[in-house]
């Protein structure tokens, strides 16, 4: 008889947060603290320690009733959690997502957390012992799930092809992750499936033999197996091959997985191959040199991150998409040359590329992501084309060695801290085609002495230029309508804005702590000021063209009670 056990085989009960013992998980009513994010501290970077987070599998009894695990630790107040595929009521082994929601936008989004849920009947449970391997297993539902690691356990193992008379078919979803002490892997050939993070960080694995029988590889099978020098295919296999002990498709065109292990300071991809897959160098850090040949097309999320080591590389000119995070946390490479005909720089793609001073980003690109550049200190000089019609959140957040910068005519929306704590910029042209500013799109852009908003922006978000401490001078377009709180909050030096005919709104805090401002007027179409929105501008007077104040101003709209001329005409 034989049963794909897939998930329900193998999987460890071991958060992927923390490696250890089951913990009951906390009520999410427990799990938020009372404490602030600070968002209004731009000058330092934000705090995003999620350290105290964990994400911990359990167990429950069968009982009809749904079952779900929660995150244990004090969740920061900057950030909420959802839940994916919790609620599960029948017997078996699921893959549980707890997902992260950024609500105060000037911190970085969490990564995904994981862990496992099962639902087992204690009146058909007994355990077997494998290789070493620790199972549940339940004669009801022919479930067999790994719950430890045995360190007993040899340092080859052959995982057995029948447990208790059912031939295994599948190694599950993080099936031997974390288990070190463990050199090499024999898979049967009843297996045709092998899951996502199978053997993710298996520290000590240098070898892995795959036989004619597997059909499908998950993504990220062989991360983090630090020493892994060689993945063995059968040569009967029909949908894989491997090169040199790196494993590739079938036919060539895929290079899937190279092995970490390696100590090669340079590799050359083979010619024909086609895709760089998700991961397939993904944390390489002896490499300094990867040479791609022209059949290259496409470069997968994440297939070069983390490589520290690696300098250069020169992207094909065939190649016509870049996933996310692929070049991530490169923090040795100098320069990068994007193809003409790549038309999005994906979420991530050049993050915390440290070392990065020059980028060349070619006229077919149409979208900057999330977090695109965000981080790369170094980078002094970018070229936005002039088909991008949209600029990602924390595009360029810290990129602190950026001078200028020209948004072309084709942006519509810069996003969300696209800019923030670029301190060393001093020149911004926006363009034309603009219409929103992003909330801390350009906060803390400290190097700003000078900034015209066109004629097409209609909205400045909430602390778009909060804490431009520079800022001396300020000219808004005639089509702003709304002026977000705290917009330019703490822009010390400010000593002239003209509010435009065009305002209708102006938020909370908009021009607090701008103590070097000496006056300002109010149109008579504005019909609503929020409250301290000239908070201790102790320089300020105020001249309003309405002769009173309008009854939907906030009636601390001028809390620092600085003079009011009423009924002003210019």
């Avoid at 779900?68 to 599960?88: C, E, F, K």
């Avoid at 001396?472 to 377009?477: D, F, I, R, Y």
């Avoid at 938020?507 to 701008?514: Q, R």
């Amino acid at each position: 008889m034989k049963k794909k056990i897939g998930l329900c085989a193998f999987v460890l009960f071991f958060s992927l947060t923390s490696c250890g013992v089951l913990n009951n998980s906390s009520d999410p009513s427990q799990s938020v603290s009372d404490a602030s994010s600070s968002a209004e501290s731009s000058s330092e970077p934000p705090v995003d320690d999620m350290s105290g987070i964990t994400f911990e599998s359990d167990m429950f009894v069968y009982d009809g009733q749904p079952h779900s695990i929660y995150i244990s630790g004090t969740l920061p107040a900057w950030v909420s959690v959802s839940y994916i595929g919790n609620g599960q009521t029948g017997l078996g082994t699921y893959r549980i997502g707890a997902q992260f929601t950024v609500l105060d936008e000037s911190h970085t989004q969490p990564e995904e957390m994981i862990a496992i849920l099962m639902i087992y009947n204690p009146a058909s449970a007994v355990t077997v012992t494998e290789n070493g391997i620790l199972y549940l297993f339940d004669s009801g539902s022919h479930t067999f799930s790994a719950t430890g690691f045995d360190y007993d356990i040899p340092s080859v193992a052959t995982i057995s092809s029948v447990v208790y008379g059912y031939d295994v078919t599948s190694i599950g979803y993080h099936a031997f992750g974390n288990c070190n002490v463990v050199t090499s892997f024999i898979i049967p050939d009843t297996v045709t499936t092998i899951g996502e993070l199978a053997f993710h960080e298996c520290e000590i694995l240098e070898s892995v033999m795959i036989p004619h029988s597997v059909t499908s590889i998950g993504d990220g099978a062989f991360i983090y197996c630090y020493v892994l020098k060689e993945i063995n295919v059968a040569a009967a296999n029909q949908f894989y091959q491997s090169i040199d002990g790196n494993l590739y498709s079938k036919d060539g065109k895929t290079l899937i997985s190279y092995c970490i292990g390696l100590t090669n300071a340079l590799f050359v991809v083979p010619n024909g191959v086609t895709t760089i897959a998700d991961y397939a160098f993904f944390v390489c850090p002896a490499l300094t040199l990867i040479t791609l040949p022209d059949s290259v097309t496409s470069i997968g999320k994440s297939a070069f991150s983390r490589c520290t080591s690696l300098t250069a590389m020169l992207i094909p000119s065939a190649v016509r998409s870049i996933g996310d995070s692929a070049f991530e946390e490169c923090s040795s490479l100098v320069s990068i040359v994007i193809p003409d005909g790549v038309t999005s720089i994906e979420n991530d793609v050049f993050r915390e590329c440290e070392a990065l001073t020059s980028v060349t980003i070619p006229s077919s690109v149409t979208s900057i992501g999330n977090s695109a550049f965000a981080s790369c200190i170094n980078l002094s000089s970018v070229t936005i084309p002039s088909g991008v019609t949209s600029i990602g959140n924390n595009a360029f957040i810290w990129c602190i060695a950026l001078t200028s910068v020209t948004i072309p005519d084709s942006v519509q929306e810069i996003g969300t801290s696209a800019f923030n704590n670029c301190s060393g910029l001093t020149s911004v042209t926006i363009g034309n085609g603009v219409i929103i500013i992003g909330s801390f799109a350009f906060a803390a852009c400290s190097g700003l002495t000078a900034i015209s908003i066109p004629d097409s922006v209609t909205y400045i978000y909430d602390k778009a230029f909060y804490n431009c401490s520079g800022l001396v001078s300020v000219t808004l377009g005639n089509s702003v309508t709304h002026i977000g709180d705290i917009a330019f909050g703490l822009c010390e030096d400010l000593a002239s804005i003209n509010i435009p005919e065009s305002v209708t709104y102006i938020g909370s805090a908009a021009f607090a702590e701008c103590v070097a401002l000496s006056t300002i007027t109010i149109p008579m179409n504005v019909t609503y000021i929020g409250s301290d929105a000239f908070l201790y501008c102790t320089q300020l007077t105020i001249y309003v063209e309405a002769p009173s104040r309008p009854f939907e101003w906030n009636p601390y709209w001028n809390s620092s009670r600085r003079p009011v001329v009423w009924g002003y005409v210019a």
